[in-house]
């Protein structure tokens, strides 16, 4: 079948039984297109809804304006799975026009598609959509494909003096501990031996003490450690630990698991214990890459290194860049992506809309 044959995108406000299958798992996919991800949000006041278009399926969350009528419509990380900028343009527009539909004033998406993509550019253009700031911390991403790829390859792939860390790691790291609902007994992780929403908690407070040296910040204690507990169950989540000869966590790493790959998203270790304990997380990495490999994945996303007003390769001197050289050195290459663009449908009520929220906001404090 193809686009032009495909049947109307539908709007619903519950998903298929099989949303997660193709959002998620199917390559491509993520885990922002989720379920669980829809059911977190609702918890901030967004309204899920669900879009099917044939065999495709598009989470948008939309908010509504106060007062006036209409909502704003956000596709996180969507339309996914990407097959190709040529679908990945066709179903955004028609998921936009099925949006509008129901009354949504202003669309915004923000797809893994190549920036390179000239099939997706075009829909772009065509459809009106304007490029705008990005809504997730980074556009784009290190990745290290892993298809067709052994252990052995890949590690050789890692540079000399990261597999030195690595090997120096497993020496001082006395375990690394997997918290992972759908986890076998693997060499190189032991189990959890205290409940994972003790060390997701933990975590948080460890990732605070990283942001608070590199500059970042981060949302509620509630919010963040809330998702990652659904996450958890859901088995769309890994969280690694490494632990010291102090008996406690040193380093931490925050994983993914969709559309075939395993996804970095949070990492943080104590600096006072680097010392002692060097190299945690470069251990805590080829961990990761070493599960995504065995579970067959096509792909480790080492995560983003870009930052507002850095949306570019990191250059010497820029604050990402020992971040950027750290990532490069598992054998990843850069990947630019498209980035987030929105599609104003109601230019009067859009105005008015995001007015009437401000000030919503502003009486709210």
């Not at 956000?74 to 679908?87: D, I, K, L, S, T």
């Not at 060499?187 to 994972?196: H, N, Q």
């Not at 910040?217 to 102090?246: C, H, K, M, Q, T």
């Amino acid at each position: 079948m193809t686009e032009a044959e495909l049947p109307e995108a539908v709007v619903a406000d519950e998903a298929t039984p099989d949303w997660n299958e193709v959002a998620v798992e199917s390559p491509g996919g993520h885990v922002y297109q989720s379920v669980e991800w829809a059911e977190h949000r609702r918890l901030s006041g967004w309204v899920p809804v669900f879009v099917s278009r044939g065999d495709q399926r598009v989470l948008a969350l939309t908010r509504p304006w106060p007062l006036i009528g209409g909502s704003s419509a956000y596709v996180p990380r969507g339309p996914a799975p990407v097959a190709g900028g040529e679908a990945a343009g066709a179903t955004l527009w028609d998921v936009t026009r099925a949006l509008a539909r129901r009354g949504v004033d202003v669309v915004a998406a923000d797809a893994e598609v190549p920036a390179d993509d000239g099939a997706y550019r075009e829909w772009l253009r065509r459809a009106g959509f304007a490029a705008i700031d990005e809504i997730q911390p980074s556009r784009h991403r290190i990745t290290l494909p892993l298809e067709g790829r052994d252990e052995e390859t890949v590690f050789a792939g890692i540079s000399k003096s990261t597999r030195q860390r690595i090997r120096k790691a497993e020496d001082v790291v006395t375990n690394v501990v997997r918290h992972d609902a759908r986890a076998a007994t693997e060499t190189g992780f032991d189990a959890p031996s205290e409940p994972s929403e003790v060390a997701l908690d933990r975590f948080y407070g460890l990732l605070l003490e990283t942001g608070q040296r590199k500059h970042f910040s981060f949302g509620p204690r509630d919010d963040f450690v809330g998702w990652w507990r659904a996450a958890l169950r859901a088995g769309l989540l890994i969280y690694l630990e490494a632990w010291g000869n102090r008996g406690a966590p040193v380093a931490g790493l925050i994983l993914y698991r969709h559309g075939r790959r395993l996804s970095t998203v949070h990492s943080g270790d104590h600096a006072a214990d680097r010392d002692e304990t060097p190299g945690a997380l470069h251990l805590l990495r080829w961990r990761a890459i070493q599960i995504a490999i065995r579970e067959g994945c096509i792909e480790m996303d080492l995560g983003g290194v870009d930052v507002p007003g850095l949306r570019r390769e990191p250059k010497e001197g820029d604050p990402t860049y020992g971040l950027y050289q750290h990532k490069m050195s598992f054998g990843g290459r850069w990947l630019e992506l498209a980035g987030a663009h929105e599609r104003v449908i109601r230019p009067n009520r859009y105005r008015a809309g995001r007015l009437t929220a401000k000030v919503g906001r502003l009486l709210a404090r």
